[in-house]
């Protein structure tokens, strides 16, 4: 069976260090790849999306990338965060029209 | 433009009363409406699919239910650990898959 394994849970980061945050997907193979944030009040909200090693497609402009340097692998990233960065990030896989299943999250809060 | 919105965003029953939450959604070229439920601090639990009009799924006190312009989570009877957030999405169509997600609804099922 698949599993999604997100890492880490929490997170408290000073305002303007490095973010990395690390998803993979086992049990199956070349997955859609997917990063969320979900805010207090708001639904969860598209932030990157991989068909593919190397391929990273981005729905909102912001101070965040993303990278899938392995098939099962999708990191989310940030030079310098800022306090509006602070949320939940869920990564999920899935395929074309199909459900998404997500991981158990990361609660980062900049401060 | 694309969106899923749910209704309530609150929702209080006692335990064994009946209800409905609803998901109203204006998608181009639906590809599948999607029901979550979401413990606190967790990431979304997936748990039913409907790709067409008058489809209908059911697990345990749970049915869903779709309509070209709505679908339903009736709970029957619901108990305590029903208590949760439950998410609706829309799936559009491309080639990536992608979700749009409403805000949910937060069930409380008191005792």
């Known amino acids: 069976s698949q599993t999604i394994h997100q890492w880490p849970a929490t997170l408290v980061q000073p305002v303007g260090s490095p973010l990395s945050l690390e998803c993979t997907v086992e049990g199956t193979s070349n997955p859609n790849l997917y990063w969320y944030r979900q805010a207090a009040g708001r639904g969860l909200q598209l932030l990157f999306y991989s068909v593919g090693i190397g391929q990273i497609s981005s729905e909102v402009p912001q101070n965040l990338s993303a990278s899938r340097p392995q098939d099962r692998q999708f990191i989310l990233s940030s030079k310098k965060l800022l306090l509006s960065d602070s949320g939940f990030y869920l990564c999920?896989?899935?395929?074309?029209?199909?459900?998404?299943?997500f991981g158990q999250g990361t609660r980062l809060t900049v401060v | 433009e694309d969106q899923v919105t749910q209704s309530p965003e609150a929702l209080r029953l006692q335990e064994g009363e009946s209800s409905s939450l609803n998901c109203s959604y204006t998608?181009?070229?639906?590809?599948?409406l999607f029901w979550y439920r979401q413990d606190p601090g967790k990431g979304p639990e997936f748990l039913f699919t409907l790709y067409s009009a008058g489809e209908e799924k059911e697990k345990e006190r749970l049915k869903a239910t779709l309509t070209k312009k709505e679908s339903f989570l009736h709970i029957t009877a619901p108990k305590p650990e029903d208590s949760a957030t439950y998410l609706c999405a829309g799936g559009y169509g491309g080639s990536q898959g992608n979700l749009i997600f409403g805000k949910g609804t937060k069930l409380s099922v008191k005792p």
């Open positions: 998608v181009s070229g639906l590809r599948g």
């Open positions: 999920a896989w899935g395929r074309v029209n199909t459900e998404a299943f």
